[in-house]
């Protein structure tokens, strides 16, 4: 055996440098290139890999120290010097605690022919002074798999769960709950087959470390992974960290690429047991969402805790209509995904609503009723045409914008179902009168639930008008792939001043929303003035 000792290597130019993550504890078997620090400069973050394979006997830094090149931060003990290969300095697996159970029931050496021994379980090394034992997870004649939790300890500063060595059946339970427990305390005696016990790995249930999750899986002994088909989309949700599960459950999740603060605990203290993932899979499977991140989560935003809010007077509970569900998830990806800046402006409409008021007998005849609505499609179709940026779309691979050579512009409809955007399409091709009677076909067709899926589709730009009830102003939400949407608040009567005296005008305040990522400020504030004048004035719509 040689002990070697581990530096840090070249930093490139860095000269001190912090340990943000120790990777490794003493005790540890590691393999070539296995992780041992993450080191963070000013600049960047760094692993340092280990150089060869072998037992760590000592950690000689701790996270928050500053270390610099040719820092020594470990010793490692290897079969032979570092400069042999990886295969000859690998060491042997390490040879187990013996059996502290009588010899006739636990003999010191178990053969490695597939026959059935009783092995004593301690507790493995905690890393400190006794801990209590809060919890008893397996009770004699449970037949366990190699990671499953036996036990869990509290000390003052954690919670830590000791998993099972190896697959077996319980055959007698010693340690009991309330009780202190220290390294070699016996837990448990467990029947296996062939074998031999390897010390049992603590872990925490307090939030790990990927690092420190890899480390699990390298210190667990070879055996045949158990196959699980990939789960896609399970892993958008808050972080799993604050979950509580053992190894064995926290390796299935990794296999299967499943994000387990999705899934709700069945076993003591909610705690996430292999049964749970495998219900959580099959309902996902099925069809049914989990409740949590749907409509309160996601993005590692944490979920909204459920309250029972009958505690503090008489509620009743509706379901939310299909609808009003699809309109949600789409406003809550819009928001989370979508930078949003709004810009507000007063727009004297005066001159307009003259016009508008001039044009009901004629409209009449035509046999349609003639609304601000049609002046603001018209005049954002002029405007779009101007500044195509905001008639466009950020490309699926995020480095290209799709500039669209058509205006379809669609209108928030509020129904007793929810809300409806149907889709005026070619917007700029069409007269005032046009778009009077297809606005108001759209929107008795939206609120008697009769729209087609086609009639919804391929917008470019969206105007909310919340009229009478409007208010100042608001900030309307992105209808994403859209890049801007326009809020259209109360017609409210302002004074203007107008170069003598003060005057009362019709002002109509306006507020557009845009994507960041599509739309600068300047090419929001250009859109807004030009919008501006073609409402001030409609007379620009002939030019």
Same mark, same amino acid.
């Given at each position: 055996?040689?002990?070697?000792?581990?530096?840090?290597?070249?930093?490139?130019?860095?000269?001190?440098?912090?340990?943000?993550?120790?990777?490794?504890?003493?005790? $540890?078997?590691?393999?070539?290139?296995?992780?041992?620090?993450?080191?963070?400069?000013?600049?960047?973050?760094?692993?340092?890999?280990?150089?060869?394979?072998?037992? &760590?006997?000592?950690?000689?830094?701790?996270?928050?120290?500053?270390?610099?090149?040719?820092?020594?931060?470990?010793?490692?003990?290897?079969?032979?010097?570092?400069?042999?290969?990886?295969?000859?300095?690998?060491?042997?697996?390490?040879?187990?605690?013996?059996?502290?159970?009588?010899?006739?029931?636990?003999?010191?050496?178990?053969?490695?022919?597939?026959?059935?021994?009783?092995?004593?379980?301690?507790?493995? $090394?905690?890393?400190?002074?006794?801990?209590?034992?809060?919890?008893?997870?397996?009770?004699?004649?449970?037949?366990?798999?190699?990671? $499953?939790?036996?036990?869990?300890?509290?000390?003052?500063?954690?919670?830590?769960?000791?998993?099972?060595?190896?697959?077996?059946?319980?055959?007698? &339970?010693?340690?009991?709950?309330?009780?202190?427990?220290?390294?070699?305390?016996?837990?448990?005696?467990?029947?296996?087959?062939?074998?031999?016990?390897?010390?049992?790995?603590?872990?925490?249930?307090?939030?790990?470390?990927?690092?420190?999750?890899?480390?699990? &899986?390298?210190?667990?002994?070879?055996?045949?992974?158990?196959?699980?088909?990939?789960?896609?989309?399970?892993?958008?949700?808050?972080?799993?960290?604050?979950?509580?599960?053992?190894?064995?459950?926290?390796?299935?999740?990794?296999?299967?690429?499943?994000?387990?603060?999705?899934?709700?605990?069945?076993?003591?203290?909610?705690?996430?047991?292999?049964?749970?993932?495998?219900?959580?899979?099959?309902?996902?499977?099925?069809?049914?969402?989990?409740?949590?991140?749907?409509?309160?989560?996601?993005?590692?935003?944490?979920?909204?805790?459920?309250? $029972?809010?009958?505690?503090?007077?008489?509620?009743?509970?509706?379901?939310?209509?299909?609808?009003?569900?699809?309109?949600?998830?789409?406003?809550?990806?819009?928001?989370?995904?979508?930078?949003?800046?709004?810009?507000?402006?007063?727009?004297?409409?005066?001159?307009?609503?003259?016009?508008?008021?001039?044009?009901?007998?004629?409209?009449?005849?035509?046999?349609?009723?003639?609304?601000?609505?049609?002046?603001?499609?018209?005049?954002?179709?002029?405007?779009?045409?101007?500044?195509?940026?905001?008639?466009?779309?950020?490309?699926?691979?995020?480095?290209?914008?799709?500039?669209?050579?058509?205006?379809?512009?669609?209108?928030?409809?509020?129904?007793?179902?929810?809300?409806? &955007?149907?889709?005026?399409?070619?917007?700029?091709?069409?007269?005032?009168?046009?778009?009077?009677?297809?606005?108001?076909?759209?929107?008795?067709?939206?609120?008697?639930?009769?729209?087609?899926?086609?009639?919804?589709?391929?917008?470019?730009?969206?105007?909310?008008?919340?009229?009478?009830?409007?208010?100042?102003?608001?900030?309307?939400?992105?209808?994403?792939?859209?890049?801007?949407?326009?809020?259209?608040?109360?017609?409210?009567?302002?004074?203007?001043?107008?170069?003598?005296?003060?005057?009362?005008?019709?002002?109509?305040?306006?507020?557009?929303?845009?994507?960041?990522?599509?739309?600068?400020?300047?090419?929001?504030?250009?859109?807004?003035?030009?919008?501006?004048?073609?409402?001030?004035?409609?007379?620009?719509?002939?030019?």
């Amino acid at each position: 055996m040689t002990t070697e000792k581990i530096k840090v290597p070249d930093l490139g130019g860095a000269d001190e440098v912090e340990v943000i993550e120790v990777c490794v504890s003493a005790g $540890d078997t590691v393999a070539e290139e296995d992780s041992l620090l993450v080191l963070e400069s000013d600049k960047a973050s760094m692993e340092i890999p280990s150089p060869m394979a072998g037992r &760590v006997m000592a950690v000689l830094v701790n996270e928050g120290d500053n270390v610099t090149e040719g820092s020594v931060i470990l010793e490692i003990e290897t079969e032979g010097a570092s400069s042999e290969p990886a295969e000859a300095a690998a060491p042997a697996a390490p040879e187990p605690e013996v059996a502290k159970a009588p010899v006739a029931e636990a003999p010191a050496a178990a053969s490695s022919a597939a026959e059935s021994s009783v092995e004593q379980i301690d507790v493995p $090394d905690i890393g400190g002074d006794n801990a209590e034992v809060i919890e008893v997870c397996v009770a004699e004649g449970d037949s366990i798999d190699e990671g $499953d939790s036996l036990i869990v300890l509290e000390s003052d500063k954690a919670s830590m769960e000791v998993p099972a060595p190896k697959a077996g059946i319980v055959r007698k &339970v010693i340690i009991v709950e309330g009780t202190e427990a220290g390294k070699g305390t016996p837990i448990l005696e467990l029947e296996v087959t062939g074998g031999v016990a390897a010390a049992p790995v603590v872990s925490a249930s307090a939030p790990i470390s990927p690092a420190q999750e890899a480390r699990q &899986v390298r210190s667990e002994p070879p055996q045949v992974a158990e196959q699980h088909q990939p789960v896609i989309g399970m892993s958008e949700s808050r972080p799993t960290g604050d979950v509580y599960a053992g190894p064995a459950v926290r390796k299935m999740a990794r296999e299967i690429g499943l994000d387990l603060a999705l899934v709700p605990g069945t076993g003591p203290r909610s705690r996430i047991q292999k049964s749970d993932v495998k219900a959580f899979i099959k309902s996902q499977l099925a069809g049914k969402r989990s409740p949590a991140p749907a409509a309160t989560g996601g993005s590692g935003i944490p979920a909204v805790p459920e309250i $029972d809010f009958s505690q503090f007077g008489e509620v009743s509970v509706e379901p939310l209509t299909k609808l009003h569900k699809i309109t949600a998830a789409n406003m809550h990806r819009s928001w989370l995904n979508v930078p949003h800046v709004t810009a507000f402006d007063d727009v004297d409409i005066t001159d307009l609503e003259e016009f508008r008021q001039q044009l009901k007998k004629e409209a009449e005849k035509a046999g349609v009723k003639i609304t601000p609505l049609p002046f603001l499609l018209k005049a954002c179709a002029a405007a779009l045409k101007k500044h195509p940026k905001l008639n466009a779309s950020l490309h699926a691979n995020g480095e290209d914008i799709v500039y669209k050579q058509y205006v379809n512009i669609g209108m928030a409809v509020d129904t007793p179902a929810g809300l409806m &955007v149907p889709v005026i399409r070619d917007v700029d091709k069409k007269s005032i009168f046009e778009l009077a009677a297809e606005t108001a076909e759209l929107a008795q067709k939206a609120k008697e639930r009769k729209l087609k899926p086609a009639e919804m589709q391929g917008g470019s730009f969206t105007i909310s008008s919340l009229g009478p009830m409007g208010g100042t102003g608001f900030t309307p939400i992105v209808n994403t792939p859209e890049v801007a949407i326009l809020g259209v608040s109360k017609l409210d009567i302002k004074p203007r001043w107008n170069g003598s005296e003060f005057e009362p005008r019709k002002m109509l305040p306006i507020s557009l929303s845009y994507d960041h990522r599509a739309v600068n400020g300047a090419d929001a504030g250009r859109f807004m003035v030009d919008l501006n004048a073609l409402l001030a004035d409609v007379r620009r719509l002939a030019l």
